[in-house]
């Protein structure tokens, strides 16, 4: 089903940008355990939002080439993240006095600042494929459980292929600033197959009382 495989591309991209950005953001503020919580945390945040608004955008547009005016700009965004995020990640180190001590709710927060500035937009965008592909994909009411385990069940799959990909393969062979060029040029695609699968697919006709 290309729904099941558009979500799980969806799900790949996640989580290859949380652990790599767990990564990237290690280059300021250290690889400890909050670099790690701030990712993790921020990036289940910006799931979380993704998944609500994306059910509410299927229930008002019903196209899936809409999905693709999201998904291109937020590949655009990815693939400048080397040049985007260090002025960023510097104005929040920097702006702690260098002579004293970072206060220890800052050496918390700062991770989670930084995090949220880079991550959020991205995994916000793609968290909204699985509950917009569930919308469309669902057209009786008898197979949104099916349907809907099958898009979660890919974007699953493609979660843990992302973690494994990203830590055991992207990491030791790419440079950072390289899995981003990649993955902002994957979701570049992924819009493409959005658009251009939109032709043949299908939106939800309005429920009727029997």
Known sequence: MPAAAIAATGGFAILVLEIVGA??????????????????????????????????????????????????????????????????????VNRHPADEPIPPLWQKLDPALGSGVIFFFPCFILAMLSPYLIRLT??????????????????????????????????????????????GGLILLLGGVCWWAEPGAKTVPPETSS
């Not at 990564?23 to 993704?50: C, E, P």
């Not at 992302?162 to 440079?175: S, T």
Request: no cysteine.
């Open 23 to 92: 990564r990237y953001l290690a280059k300021d503020f250290g690889s400890s355990f909050y670099v790690w919580v701030s990712q993790i945390g921020v990036v289940m945040i910006a799931l979380a939002a993704g998944y609500y608004v994306g059910g509410a955008l299927a229930d008002r547009w019903q196209q899936l080439r809409r999905l693709a005016w999201l998904l291109w700009p937020t590949g655009l965004f990815t693939i400048a993240i080397p040049w985007l995020a260090p002025p960023v990640l510097d104005w929040i």
């Open 138 to 183: 669902s057209q009786q009411l008898s197979h949104v459980g099916r349907v809907s385990g099958l898009i979660i069940a890919a974007s699953t799959v493609g979660s843990i292929a992302g973690v494994f990909v990203a830590g055991y393969v992207l990491v030791d062979h790419l440079g950072l600033s390289a899995i981003f060029r990649w993955t």
